[in-house]
C-alpha cells in the first residue's frame, strides 16, 4: 500500500529536522569556519528541498513524494 502524500512529507519534515541537528553537532565538534559554511549549505539545501515538497503539498499533489539521494 503506498502512503498517503501527508506521510511523504512528515518524513521529509523530519528528515529537515534531523539535517539541521546533524549539521550543526558537525560543525560545533569541527569549531572552525568551514565546518559552519558546509553545515549551512547543507541545511539551506535540506531546507529548500522541504520547501519544494510543501508548495507541490499545498498545491494538491497527490503523488507520492521521493526522497533525493543522501536525504
Known amino acids: 500500500m503506498a ?12 528528515n529537515l529536522l ?3 541537528q546533524m549539521q550543526v ?3 560545533r565538534a569541527l569549531d572552525d569556519q568551514q565546518a559552519c559554511l558546509d553545515a ?9 528541498r522541504t ?4 508548495q507541490r503539498f499545498r498545491a494538491g499533489g497527490t503523488q507520492s513524494f521521493t526522497a ?4
Not at 549551512?40 to 529548500?48: P, V
Open 51 to 54: 520547501h519544494e515538497e510543501v
Open 25 to 27: 553537532a558537525a560543525a
Open 18 to 20: 534531523g539535517t539541521i
Open 68 to 71: 533525493p539521494t543522501g536525504s
Open 3 to 14: 502512503r498517503a502524500p501527508i506521510d511523504d512529507l512528515l518524513h521529509r519534515v523530519n
Open 40 to 48: 549551512l549549505r547543507l541545511i539551506a539545501e535540506a531546507a529548500e
